[in-house]
């Protein structure tokens, strides 16, 4: 049985691994040669991705189609600044488009929140980096989000995917703004536990 | 030097999902910019966002979104990278918000004996309050809980409480329920940012600061 899961995980391993290099490809086409071709490419795979992330919090599909070409013309220039030592083209993206969105969802509000050029310098400890790069492409962080508790699933979802703050979680699910840290925090922890050890 | 007092993980994942208040988030930030350790977890943080982002159905896309896409790249001259903030006593974001680049340019409100205080503007709309805090060196705050969501950063000197010592770069991420008693180090002013909720259920800092102080 458990061999069972364990090819069927490491063929899902495989097929990640590989999304992953050909995205990281990509990337280099489009930074070294401005090649059209490979950003097609991308923009084929993200863009619907994105518009989903986009249309959250009822914004319009229209301003959704906005923002998703707003990400992906952000995505051909700055290319060059991806740096796989420190996570997936996938987090990559979701980066930028979380700062767009940041910056537009709040329109009146243009705030320096989230330039990570600003602390974003050449990086200290590559190792423990890299192994995260590595990590993450072996799909321990999809797997990670399986295996915690579906109490802690609940807040990341309402977190990461309906863009809820802390205390409108706490709302939502009537627990105090305490429960919703502590179980962000132990969440965060078992995340931690299997990027290092595995799962 | 690097911090030895980090950002809650909670509060690493909202920022890494984009939902902390404003106020928080400059705070946030400003620690990010000095500590290595919670860049590396913010970046675990983030791959969940790049996971979640991945896993979620997709919307269609318009033919004319592709098309202005594609059309769009053609002309576009990538904008020249960013320069380097020039050096400050202020962490870059801070700098750029408060407009100034030295503890000694900004306008200080004095609250009481030892105590300054500066409201940061944050622009319209943005959510909580942030502001600045100078405490002269060797005074003992009183004792108090935070009684509301509260995050502060040292930029300058050094304070103690029964959680340890705060210097420069240290973040204090705390619960509400936490009181605590910090004492100013004798060796100089100490300035903190501290960001607040609006202090509508709760007795605000400004409240707080205008209780006697004593020195030491």
Known sequence: ??????????????????????????????????????????????????????????????????????????????????EPSKGSVTTWVFTIARNLRIDRARRDVHMPMTELGDYDEPSEEPEGEELLGRKQEDGLVARALQAIPEEQRQILILSFVDEMPQSEIAARLSIP??????????????????LETGL | ???????????????????????????????????????????EAEALGGTLLEQMPGADVSAACRTRTMAAIEGVVPPPPAMRA?????????????????FDEIAWKRKAPGVAMF????????????????????????????????????????????????AAGDVADLDEDIEHKPVVEQDGDCICLVATERPTRFKSLAARLMQPFVGI
């Open chain 2, 119 to 166: 409201d940061v503007t944050l622009p319209p709309g943005a959510r909580g309050q942030l502001k600045l805090l100078r405490i002269g060196a060797g005074r003992a705050m009183p004792e108090h809980g935070h009684g509301g969501e509260e995050i502060t950063l040292v930029l300058k000197g050094a304070y103690r409480d029964h959680m340890g010592r705060f």
């Open chain 1, 177 to 194: 703004l305490g429960t919703v840290k502590s179980r962000m925090r132990l969440a965060y922890g078992h995340l931690r536990r299997i």
């Open chain 2, 86 to 102: 020039p050096p400050s006593d202020l962490p870059a974001p801070l700098a750029r918000l408060v407009g100034a680049r030295s």
């Open chain 1, 1 to 82: 049985m458990y061999a069972v899961m364990e090819s069927a995980d490491k063929r899902q391993d495989d097929q990640k691994q590989r999304v992953e290099t050909l995205f990281r490809n990509l990337i280099v086409q489009v930074a070294q040669q401005r090649d059209r071709q490979a950003f097609s490419q991308l923009f084929d795979h993200f863009a619907p991705r994105l518009k989903s992330f986009m249309m959250r919090k009822n914004t319009s599909a229209e301003l959704a189609e906005d923002l998703v070409q707003e990400a992906m013309i952000a995505v051909w220039n700055k290319a060059g600044l991806y």
């Open chain 2, 1 to 43: 030097m690097k911090p030895t007092h980090h950002l809650d993980y909670s509060t690493l994942l909202a920022h890494a999902a984009g939902t902390l208040d404003e106020a928080f988030s400059v705070v946030a930030v400003s620690h990010l910019a000095v500590c290595p350790t919670c860049r590396a977890a913010l970046r």
